[in-house]
């Protein structure tokens, strides 16, 4: 489980690529700090356990279906790539509860710079639609972000000066692509709704948090 927080950048270092198979090496700093072997650690968004680290950086591995259903095998060496530990307990929720498992692949369609803060909108799968609402939470790119409108087919949101600092948000530009995780409440409440276990006036969020272990 992570929050959506960035804590730093790292910079790819190297790649191996086979078929159906990437490992990739990242130069990183802060995020070793009490790194083991089999840690959680998401890459612009992407859950991957650590497989080898040194006082550098650290080695994962991604599969194919990795590749396929997120931006990871469009990246280069020398790439910035916004890195996230797992969440432990007794942390604070900063940001939201984030899986680190990428519900799909959107795009940038605006970039517009204001005086003190940057306005994104993003295209996204027609399928994601349902799960991002204004004033929720999305993730772009393992980055924890507060939805401002909403279509049918993309979405907005307002980016602080501090937060293009320390993510690479700050180097997106139109046609990029990012992953993106919808809010994960907003996919309990589907499933509860779906399979009848409570009518949409049942308060949805209170059951939703006890089906994930949150409440009586």
């Known amino acids: 489980m992570f929050t959506g927080i960035i804590e730093e950048i790292g910079r790819v270092r190297s790649i191996e690529k086979r ?5 990739t090496i990242l130069h990183a700093a ?11 650690v ?16 650290f ?31 007794g942390d604070r929720l900063d940001g939201h509860l984030v899986a680190g498992h990428v519900d799909g692949v959107g795009r940038v369609l605006e970039r517009q710079v204001d005086a003190d803060n940057v306005n994104l909108r993003f295209e996204m799968p027609e399928l994601l639609a349902p799960y991002v609402a204004e004033k929720g939470s999305v993730t772009i790119d393992g980055i924890s972000l507060t939805v401002v409108s909403v279509t049918a087919r993309a979405f ?4 602080i000066p501090h937060t293009l600092a320390v993510t690479m948000l700050s180097e997106r530009t139109v046609g990029d692509r ?5 809010d994960m409440i907003a996919r309990y409440l589907e499933r509860l ?14 059951v939703a948090l006890k089906e994930m272990g949150y409440g009586g």
């Open 19 to 23: 078929s159906g198979y990437q490992q």
């Open 30 to 40: 802060l995020v070793l700090e009490g790194m083991k072997v089999g840690d959680s």
């Open 42 to 57: 998401t890459l612009n968004g992407v859950c991957h356990t650590v497989v080898a680290f040194d006082t550098q950086g």
């Open 59 to 89: 080695t994962v591995e991604s599969v194919a279906e990795t590749l396929q259903r997120t931006t990871l095998g469009d990246i280069r060496v020398g790439d910035g790539v916004n890195l996230e530990r797992a969440l432990q307990l």
């Open 156 to 159: 907005g949101v307002t980016v």
């Open 178 to 182: 990012v992953n993106l995780e919808v």
């Open 193 to 206: 709704v779906t399979f009848g276990r409570v009518s949409p006036a049942q308060g949805l969020t209170e």
